[in-house]
Nanobody, 127 residues
């Protein structure tokens, strides 16, 4: 059984930094991509960043390019999201997800590409 468990969320001031972690267990060797998504109140879930587990290529939403970095530690089955220069509009529930080979592919930032989802960790940015 696949489990994705996020941690590292919290409250931070504008301009601050946080690092989110997502630990995967169960059949993690079958993952093709891992991604981070976020959902703010009243808004749809959006893709933030994705990373290929095989060749390490990364993808970012335009809104976070240059501020967020996704990375993968395969030995620990953990994906990270380093967030810097945080803005109030980054406030959201952040959730990690994993894609597998049998899933149809709609791109690294599409929710439809991902099969497994964590429960999320809240990030709140205030001035």
């Amino acid at each position: 059984q696949v489990q994705l468990v996020e941690s590292g969320g919290g409250s931070v001031q504008t301009g601050g930094s946080l690092r989110l972690s997502c630990a995967a267990s169960g059949y993690s060797n079958s993952f093709t991509y891992m991604g981070w998504f976020r959902q703010a109140p009243g808004k749809e879930r959006e893709g933030v960043a994705g990373v290929s587990t095989s060749h390490g290529s990364t993808h970012y939403a335009d809104s976070v390019k240059g501020r967020f970095t996704i990375s993968l530690d395969s030995a620990k089955n953990t994906v990270y999201l380093q967030m810097s220069n945080l803005k109030s509009e980054d406030t959201a529930m952040y959730t990690c997800a994993a894609a597998i080979l049998n899933n149809a592919w709609y791109g690294a930032l599409s929710t439809r590409s991902y099969r497994y989802w964590g429960r999320g960790t809240q990030v709140t940015v205030s001035s």
